[in-house]
């Protein structure tokens, strides 16, 4: 056996996307005679739901962490949030979808895969058929790499669904012989521990970070099934957020395709900020943004203003 890798994502919570990812991967070095292993301190949030868990992927227990030992990092390139065992020294690879932070591992001795693209579940099943090692897409491989697509891109409705992803999509129901309802299942399972746990869920997918002068460092993000349950519940969406001077939280809705944008009332200028980048409804506490869109749209939506009125500033003095 090679040298003893470890895969693992961030630090706070893993989602569906990044469970696929390493269980994947995990698999398939192991075909390719490393000795991989899927680790993880973090919480998994409510996108890896009873019927996933059902499935018994095994984190490894108790591996030990030597000098030599080297890290391979899934949905994560910020070195803020990797997880707390992780050496950046040792890392020698990093596949991300979240983009940004590029220009960081540039002059580093590392392989990246830095992408705009719907889901790492993707990007690892496209390694997988590079290898020719389509054998190891048993059918519960491929019901967590359908999850993780369908959970990242708002079952293939949001706007950083490609091509690649809806590919993905389709190979993945075929080799596994899996029924397209299989989308259905997995929603509703996950919106079942939303609703018993609503509060929980909240603080699972909650992010803390500085991404743009437009948003304030903490952003929340949850998908329900109908906006009903956040409505019904912002006694607990208030009180999930107060230590939070200023705050975010992004409410995908897949009953009416829409993402409820609540913000905190506090300072004055989230709100004035926010409508920079929105112009749809906006009442005293929300957005309404007439379509479902994810809490990393909103972030490069952000950067791209960021750039933009940079670019203009330099502009001014071209004299």
């Given amino acids: ?60 227990q108790k591996i030990e962490i030597t000098k030599d030992t ?36 540039n002059n580093r001795e590392v392989s990246t895969q830095i992408e705009f693209i719907g889901s790492i579940c993707t990007i690892l099943f496209e390694k997988i058929l590079e290898k020719k090692k389509e054998k190891l897409l048993d059918q519960n491989l491929c019901k967590i790499l359908i999850a993780g697509i369908l959970d990242n891109t708002l079952n293939l409705k949001s706007s950083n669904t ?62 329900v099934l109908q906006k009903k349950i956040i409505f019904e519940n912002m006694d607990k969406v208030l009180a999930v957020f107060q230590e939070y001077k200023e705050w975010i939280f992004n409410v995908i809705s897949l009953e009416d395709g829409k993402s409820y944008l609540f913000y905190s009332n506090s300072s004055p200028s989230v709100k004035e900020k926010l409508q920079l980048l929105f112009h749809e409804p906006v009442f005293d506490s929300y957005f309404i943004l007439n379509k479902c869109i994810l809490r990393k749209e909103i972030i490069k939506l952000a950067k791209e203003y960021d750039k933009e009125i940079t670019n203009n500033r330099k502009g001014e003095f071209n004299l």
Wanted: net charge positive; hydrophobic share 40%; proline share 2%.
């Fill in 162 to 223: 490609t091509n690649r992803d809806l590919y993905a999509y389709q190979k993945l129901l075929r080799i596994g012989n899996i029924n397209k309802n299989w989308s259905t299942i997995y929603f509703q399972s996950c919106y079942k521990e939303i609703e018993k746990n609503l509060e929980k869920s909240m603080r699972n997918d909650i992010k803390i970070e500085k991404t743009s002068s437009l948003l304030p460092e903490v952003f929340g993000q949850l998908t």
């Fill in 70 to 105: 080297k890290f391979i990092l899934l949905d994560v390139s910020n070195p803020a949030f990797f997880d707390t065992f992780v050496k950046e020294e040792n890392i020698i690879g990093v596949i991300d979808h979240h983009t940004g932070y590029e220009n960081y591992w």
């Fill in 1 to 60: 056996m090679k040298n003893k890798i470890i895969i693992t994502s961030g630090k706070k919570y893993i989602d569906i996307d990044a469970f696929g990812g390493i269980f994947a991967y995990r698999k398939l070095l192991r075909s390719l005679g490393w000795n991989a292993y899927a680790v993880t301190t973090a919480q998994l949030n409510e996108s890896i739901a009873p019927i996933i868990k059902d499935m018994n992927f095994q984190f490894d």
